[in-house]
């Protein structure tokens, strides 16, 4: 054989103990998620005032309902939902407009403001009305999140707790049943919140997330405000560090939220994809390189690409077998749906954007590219 041959047969076996390992993994992944939470009762509020922190950017799908849902909790005390605006053109400020003129007793308010503190969109939007933040618990929370009626009794209760000092909710994705909406859903119910639960449970992982983050005024004040993260493409993570840094906890919070996947079209969803990519590798980038083996069907297939026969077609059988139990696990878990069909697209869209994620460090992100400097900062680059 030439040293051709040998590196085909090496890079061969490689992929199929990365595909071994990745069943493993996923075995690993169905008993973490089946546990999750479940060992930490909901924890009753003291109810306290509360202003909620929403920036919004753009057009989305039933916003409505989701700032309906924040002015409607089952919650005992005065609630205000503060919605930042950049674009005095925004179409959501239609759908708060509406909010307000059918809740009236809601506290539903909202603030145009284009002024611009970095490159971070979001945090500039939440700079600029955070001084009409009225009371001394924030909770900010992104526009695609889907909540439920008792989600401010839990959060608050959670943060209430001894040596806490934030409250974060991992979430899964929610479909409008598009194709490319749904790939978008199961990459996070599939990739995403198996990879955090497991990380969490070996504690490998200290994630806060924008789908919640919720602190005290007098936290916020010792983190230094939104100033120092109005660069950083992972604003939220870095949100979660300067409150440990403080000798706070940062709880993942036993409850789960929705987010709304909304990448319609195949070129949202890669673009989507990749900069969720882009993010978590910038945060760890060993870590990242090992997730690989979370694509074990991906890895049986090049397996049998490269030669290896009838022991990469048992591997690639097994692997989709384990990867339609975790889509069982999540299902039954987290009450999802899922189009079962869409496993193998799914898996191989995956690993083509991990792939991808290493051929180059630029991101697409409300329409404008950056490159995401090695400290997790957004720089411009050329469009």
């Not at 409505?64 to 909790?73: N, T, V």
């Not at 969109?121 to 909540?147: C, P, Q, T, Y």
């Not at 839990?154 to 049943?177: D, F, I, R």
Request: some cysteine; glycine content about 8%.
């Amino acid at each position: 054989m030439t040293f051709f041959d040998d590196l085909i047969c090496w890079m061969a076996d490689i992929c199929l103990v990365g595909a071994a390992l990745g069943c493993l993994y996923t075995a690993f992944a169905c008993v973490r998620a089946f546990a999750f939470g479940r060992q930490r009762p909901a924890t009753p509020a003291n109810p306290v005032p509360v202003t909620v922190l929403l920036p919004l950017c753009g057009h989305e799908p039933d916003l409505y309902s989701r700032l309906r849902a924040l002015c409607e909790q089952d919650y005992a005390a005065p609630v205000q939902v503060l919605c930042a605006i950049h674009d005095p053109e925004d179409p959501a400020i239609g759908a708060v407009k509406r909010v307000a003129a059918d809740l009236p007793h809601a506290t539903i308010e909202w603030q145009i403001d284009s002024s611009m503190h970095g490159r971070n969109l979001k945090m500039s939007n939440l700079m600029n009305v955070i001084g009409r933040a009225r009371h001394d618990v924030f909770i900010m929370i992104d526009d695609d999140i889907v909540v439920g009626p008792h989600y401010l009794s839990h959060v608050v209760g959670e943060l209430q707790q001894p040596n806490v000092g934030a409250v974060t909710c991992l979430y899964y994705g929610v479909s409008n049943g598009a194709l490319w909406t749904k790939l978008s859903a199961m990459a996070t119910n599939l990739q995403f919140l198996p990879s955090v639960i497991v990380g969490i449970s070996m504690r490998l992982a200290q994630p806060c997330f924008g789908s919640t983050i919720a602190m005290t005024r007098e936290i916020f004040k010792q983190i230094g405000g939104l100033a120092s993260f109005v660069d950083y493409l992972w604003d939220d993570y870095a949100i979660g560090e300067a409150v440990r840094e403080t000798g706070k906890r940062v709880v993942i919070s036993s409850m789960t939220v929705g987010h709304v996947c909304t990448e319609y079209t195949g070129v949202e969803f890669f673009a989507y994809q990749l900069r969720n990519a882009r993010t978590v590798a910038s945060i760890d980038p060993l870590g990242y390189i090992g997730s690989i083996i979370i694509n074990p069907f991906a890895l049986a297939l090049l397996a049998i690409a490269l030669g290896a026969g009838d022991s990469g077609l048992a591997l690639a059988g097994l692997a989709l077998a384990s990867r339609f139990a975790l889509a069982q696990c999540m299902r039954r878990r987290f009450d999802l749906r899922m189009n079962s069909w869409l496993i193998p697209v799914h898996d191989l869209a995956a690993f083509a954007v991990y792939v991808t994620s290493f051929l180059g460090g630029t991101v697409t992100w409300r329409g404008q590219r950056h490159r995401i400097h090695s400290d997790g900062t957004l720089l411009h680059a050329p469009q």
